[in-house]
């Protein structure tokens, strides 16, 4: 009984002095997941052990409403620039890109043209309303062959000659073997954000995340 009132009066302390606490971190998918965050999240902490980091990724939208109820504290997502809702920080730009098996004589620049003459896989991630809105700014509709959430599982169709298709290039693996990467034309950037609701009360952990987030990004630039 005694250890435990000792373990709670040190929690105590520990969250007074910003040492203790938890941080619940939205994702909007890899690119976030992969790319970003493990880095920001392992620097985070080795300087600050005691406040737990708990990683929750979902699609956009998703992740914006678990935002608004408060079930997730903070978040990377793309496109918020200039929204009051949000207080955001620019955490990475990136772009969709056209990938390929390596073996298939494409042209160097994909577009919408040149998909509907392919079998094509319509990523079901995060980046699924930006690949339709790239086809609609060509006033196309997508041929749709296959359907599918895993970026695995693409690749796998992808490298197999099956399929091409188009996703967000920070969500790419290092091990390409099989796979060509191409530019779109026209292009199709997007910036992601690191994001959170400024009238929702923030812990110190929080706060702490936050703070130390924003001085990565800028000490990177």
């Known amino acids: 009984m005694q250890?435990?009132?000792?373990?709670t009066l040190a929690s105590i302390n520990d969250l007074r002095q910003n040492k203790g606490g938890r941080v619940?971190?939205?994702?909007?998918?890899?690119?976030a997941s992969t790319r970003l965050l493990p880095h920001v999240m392992k620097r985070f902490s080795r300087h600050y052990p005691g406040i737990a980091l708990e990683l929750r990724e979902a699609q956009?939208?998703?992740?914006?409403?678990?935002?608004?109820?408060?079930?997730?504290?903070?978040?990377?997502?793309?496109?918020?620039?200039?929204?009051?809702?949000f207080e955001s920080l620019p955490i990475a730009c990136d772009r969709l890109v056209a990938i390929t098996a390596d073996d298939m004589d494409l042209p160097q620049h994909m577009n919408a043209e040149a998909f509907q003459k392919q079998p094509f896989?319509?990523?079901?991630?995060?980046?699924?309303?930006?690949?339709?809105?790239?086809?609609?700014?060509?006033d196309t509709d997508p041929r749709v062959d296959h359907s599918i959430?895993?970026?695995t599982s693409i690749l796998a169709v992808v490298r197999s000659g099956l399929a091409c298709s188009i996703i967000a290039e920070l969500a790419l693996?290092?091990?390409?073997?099989?796979?060509?990467?191409?530019?779109?034309?026209?292009?199709?950037p997007r910036s992601l954000f690191f994001t959170?609701?400024?009238?929702?009360?923030?812990?110190?952990?929080?706060?702490?995340?936050?703070?130390?987030?924003?001085?990565?990004i800028y000490r990177e630039e």
């Open 3 to 7: 250890a435990a009132e000792e373990n």
């Open 24 to 31: 619940r971190i939205g994702s909007s998918g890899p690119s």
């Open 60 to 85: 956009d939208q998703e992740i914006i409403a678990a935002l608004r109820r408060g079930e997730v504290d903070v978040a990377v997502v793309p496109g918020l620039d200039g929204d009051e809702e």
């Open 121 to 138: 896989i319509m990523t079901k991630g995060g980046s699924e309303p930006l690949v339709r809105k790239w086809f609609g700014r060509s």
């Open 149 to 151: 959430q895993q970026i």
């Open 173 to 188: 693996p290092e091990d390409l073997d099989g796979v060509k990467v191409l530019p779109l034309d026209p292009p199709a």
């Open 196 to 216: 959170r609701l400024p009238t929702t009360p923030s812990n110190s952990a929080v706060t702490r995340f936050w703070e130390f987030t924003e001085q990565e």
